[in-house]
């Protein structure tokens, strides 16, 4: 499997892998206060703040979406979390502002903890939830609904292509052409067939469910990282 196919699989996982389901049943202001606790506590100089934040985002995890996503969140936040921290190394050495071997390992713990936490609440997002916020707008309320079913069913088609690509022993680029055209034609398709609902008279907002465990999940993390921010020096 290629590289990009490898990656491809992780985003899938750490977006699309789970349904309406878990944190994502979870009222929109728990999951706006957990936001706004973790950045604040990150605001704190020093790697002690993020591992907090790491320390609180890890269990959450662990109890929706799982271990699966785990895997995949930690890999794909490393990604950007290594490159911050070697360009803050290497930009030292050709001089421009940078930091020693301590502070890249502090730019890499700071930058995984506020990218695992973006990615958890990202995963988090229920679009049931903003086609009804847009709804009561007057807005077009199904687009993040048909987004949602739309962008799956791409990354798997991409998938595919590269695998295509590696039994014709073509490079992954050339594969990227093919994917795309399929998954502009299957998006016009799935925007035609819901055009009545798209283009029509919104009747009511979609039912949907509400979980208030893990709500008070989200509350009780967003309260224990408030009191760690006041406590830290």
């Known amino acids: 499997m290629s590289l990009i196919a490898a990656l491809v699989n992780l985003v899938y996982r750490a977006l699309f892998l789970r349904g309406e389901e878990g944190f994502r049943l979870s009222y929109t202001w728990s999951k706006l206060l957990y936001l706004a606790s973790g950045l604040l506590v990150v605001t ?7 591992l907090v934040v790491m320390g609180s985002t890890l269990p959450l995890s662990v109890v929706w979406p799982g271990w699966s996503w785990l895997y995949s969140a930690l890999v794909l936040s490393l990604i950007p979390a290594a ?17 020693d071997a301590v502070g890249a390992v502090v730019v890499l713990v700071r930058s995984l903890a506020v990218s695992l936490l ?5 995963a988090a997002l229920s679009p049931v939830k903003v086609a009804n916020t847009l709804l009561r707008l007057r807005a077009p309320g199904y687009y993040p609904l048909l987004t949602w079913r739309t962008i799956p069913y791409g990354l798997r ?13 073509e490079k992954p680029h050339r594969r990227l052409a093919p994917a795309v055209a399929i998954m502009l034609e299957y998006g016009g398709f799935v925007e ?12 009511g907002v979609l ?9 008070a999940l989200l509350t009780a993390a967003s309260l224990g990282l408030v009191v760690l921010y006041v406590v830290l020096p």
């Open 44 to 50: 704190k100089p020093g790697a002690v703040s993020a």
């Open 83 to 99: 490159w911050f921290s070697l360009t803050a190394y290497v930009s030292g050495y050709v001089g421009l502002p940078g930091v």
């Open 118 to 122: 973006i990615l958890f609440l990202a």
């Open 157 to 169: 088609v991409l998938v595919d292509s590269i695998h295509i690509g590696v039994l014709k022993r």
């Open 192 to 203: 035609e067939y819901n055009w009545l609902k798209v283009g029509g008279r919104v009747k």
């Open 207 to 215: 039912p949907t469910r509400s979980s208030a465990v893990h709500t």
